[in-house]
C-alpha cells in the first residue's frame, strides 16, 4: 500500500508539472512526460490491491482466531 501512496504521488505531481505549461501559455511538454503522469493511475490500482489484501488477511486472522476457540 505505501509503495502505491508513493508512485501515485509521484504521478499527481508529474500531472501538475505537465498541466502547468498549458494553463501560463507555455510550450506542451514531450509524451514522456505525460507518460509519466499516467502512474497517478498505477499508484491508485496499487494502494487499492494492497488495501484490498490487507483486508483479507485480517478477515482471514479473524476467522481462525474464531475457529480457534
Not at 508512485?7 to 494553463?23: D, H, K, N, Q
Not at 483486508?55 to 482471514?60: D, K, P
Amino acid at each position: 500500500m505505501r509503495t502505491g501512496a508513493i508512485v501515485f504521488i509521484i504521478g499527481a505531481v508529474a500531472t501538475a508539472v505537465t498541466i502547468t505549461p498549458l494553463f501560463i501559455g507555455g510550450h506542451p511538454l514531450p509524451t514522456a512526460a505525460y507518460l509519466v503522469s499516467m502512474l497517478m493511475g498505477v499508484g491508485m490500482a496499487l494502494a487499492l490491491v494492497g488495501l484490498l489484501r490487507a483486508a483479507l488477511a485480517q478477515r482471514r486472522a479473524t476467522r481462525e482466531a474464531a475457529a480457534a476457540r
